[in-house]
């Protein structure tokens, strides 16, 4: 690398770079060819995390335009758009998105699009297709594929490594199937089979360093926690909706408001009746703080249409009084939310 700030060694100027926000990288690029090889180094993201500069950003992707990412900057609270999604497969969606190893992953799913003229959708219900984008390089790269091609299925990070279980295959049948993927080696290997699969999308969330995974209707809970083989099943009782992990508790948004559950015990945290009327929107945790993004609005008793939203809502989950806020809305995405999860840069 040559010199990049006069009078500056090289190592001191990149603890400099390193403390640069992130939203700021492409700017920098355009200074010389030398701080454009910098930016674009893993030894530049390395300093960050040895410094304590590293950000948490949030990646979204939801229905319009078609397999756009976002990231969002909580503490700048401004949005970011990246490079285009290089998937053929159109309007992609029911897909897991998690992030590990610095970077963002999309894993399966399958096309959303409908057929204008016979009203079907794309055949291409599920694939086993496994995508990362990776911030260093500002670019997209497919991995090794699933074993086994699936849609609506749960998908987590446990251990730095991505757990997907259960779903539906191409033919829209439900499957027991589990696997684990390994982005060092960039290889897949099969876990044991659920207990018992159901004719509904499932859901996964990681509780003290345990997978569960919830399938919609039911009550029981099957849980992996990478200690014992196999799966056990377990009845918490949970509510059906909306669920976010943060600080290692659960919250779900049900009948209007957001509870929490800490074990056995469930209280209610807040209203969230605001959110009744909004279809398809993405909850996710940062820090302490919950995020209720995009989403459609409508229909109601007075006006029929579906409004496509860009909005983003936080809760603030610490101290006595949980309060909601306003974000800024996304600037190029809206609607139903695809895909959404933390990206530690």
Same mark, same amino acid.
């Given at each position: 690398?040559?010199?990049?700030?006069?009078?500056?060694?090289?190592?001191?100027?990149?603890?400099?770079?390193?403390?640069?926000?992130?939203?700021?990288?492409?700017?920098?690029?355009?200074?010389?060819?030398?701080?454009?090889?910098?930016?674009?180094?893993?030894?530049?993201?390395?300093?960050?995390?040895?410094?304590?500069?590293?950000?948490?950003?949030?990646?979204?992707?939801?229905?319009?335009?078609?397999?756009?990412?976002?990231?969002?900057?909580?503490?700048?609270?401004? /949005?970011?758009?990246?490079?285009?999604?290089?998937?053929?497969?159109?309007?992609?969606?029911?897909?897991?998105?998690?992030?590990?190893?610095?970077? @963002?992953?999309?894993?399966?799913?399958?096309?959303?699009?409908?057929?204008?003229?016979?009203?079907?959708?794309?055949?291409?219900?599920?694939?086993?297709?496994?995508?990362?984008?990776?911030?260093?390089?500002?670019?997209?790269?497919?991995?090794?594929?699933?074993?086994?091609?699936? %849609?609506?299925?749960?998908?987590?990070?446990?251990?730095?490594?991505?757990?997907? %279980?259960?779903?539906?295959?191409?033919?829209?049948?439900?499957?027991?199937?589990?696997?684990?993927?390994?982005?060092?080696?960039?290889? /897949?290997?099969? @876990?044991?089979?659920?207990?018992?699969?159901?004719?509904?999308?499932?859901?996964?969330?990681?509780?003290?360093?345990?997978?569960?995974?919830?399938?919609?209707?039911?009550?029981?809970?099957?849980?992996?926690?990478?200690?014992?083989?196999?799966?056990?099943?377990?009845?918490?009782?949970? @509510?059906?909706?909306?669920?976010?992990?943060?600080?290692?508790?659960?919250?779900?948004?049900?009948?209007?408001?957001?509870?929490?559950?800490?074990?056995?015990?469930?209280?209610?945290?807040?209203?969230?009746?605001?959110?009744?009327?909004?279809?398809?929107?993405?909850?996710?945790?940062?820090?302490?703080?919950?995020?209720?993004?995009?989403?459609?609005?409508?229909?109601?008793?007075?006006? /029929?249409?579906?409004?496509?939203?860009?909005?983003?809502?936080? @809760?603030?989950?610490?101290?006595?009084?949980?309060?909601?806020?306003?974000?800024?809305?996304?600037?190029?995405?809206?609607?139903?939310?695809?895909?959404? %999860?933390?990206?530690?840069?």
């Amino acid at each position: 690398m040559s010199e990049l700030i006069d009078g500056l060694p090289d190592a001191v100027a990149l603890r400099c770079l390193a403390r640069v926000p992130f939203h700021l990288y492409q700017t920098l690029e355009l200074v010389s060819h030398s701080w454009k090889a910098a930016i674009r180094s893993a030894e530049l993201f390395r300093v960050r995390r040895e410094i304590g500069s590293s950000e948490n950003l949030l990646c979204v992707c939801a229905f319009e335009p078609e397999n756009l990412w976002q990231l969002y900057d909580p503490l700048r609270d401004l /949005w970011i758009t990246l490079p285009v999604f290089p998937s053929k497969i159109r309007h992609l969606a029911h897909f897991g998105a998690v992030s590990t190893a610095g970077k @963002l992953f999309v894993v399966g799913g399958g096309s959303d699009a409908v057929d204008p003229l016979t009203g079907d959708q794309d055949r291409n219900f599920a694939t086993n297709e496994v995508w990362s984008y990776d911030p260093v390089i500002h670019k997209w790269s497919q991995r090794a594929p699933m074993l086994v091609a699936r %849609a609506m299925f749960a998908c987590c990070v446990l251990g730095g490594k991505i757990v997907v %279980a259960g779903g539906f295959t191409s033919c829209r049948k439900s499957i027991s199937q589990a696997e684990v993927y390994d982005p060092d080696k960039d290889v /897949w290997i099969p @876990l044991p089979d659920l207990h018992h699969t159901h004719n509904s999308a499932c859901t996964g969330a990681v509780i003290g360093g345990k997978l569960h995974v919830l399938h919609k209707g039911l009550s029981t809970v099957q849980i992996f926690d990478n200690v014992r083989p196999g799966w056990r099943v377990e009845d918490y009782g949970w @509510l059906q909706g909306p669920m976010v992990v943060v600080q290692d508790s659960l919250y779900v948004m049900s009948h209007g408001l957001i509870f929490k559950h800490d074990k056995e015990v469930r209280k209610v945290v807040i209203s969230a009746s605001e959110f009744r009327q909004r279809i398809g929107f993405a909850m996710i945790g940062l820090r302490d703080e919950i995020y209720v993004i995009g989403g459609d609005i409508g229909p109601d008793r007075l006006n /029929w249409d579906i409004k496509p939203t860009s909005d983003v809502d936080i @809760l603030t989950t610490a101290g006595e009084r949980p309060t909601w806020r306003h974000a800024a809305p996304m600037t190029r995405c809206r609607g139903a939310i695809r895909g959404c %999860a933390e990206l530690r840069i």
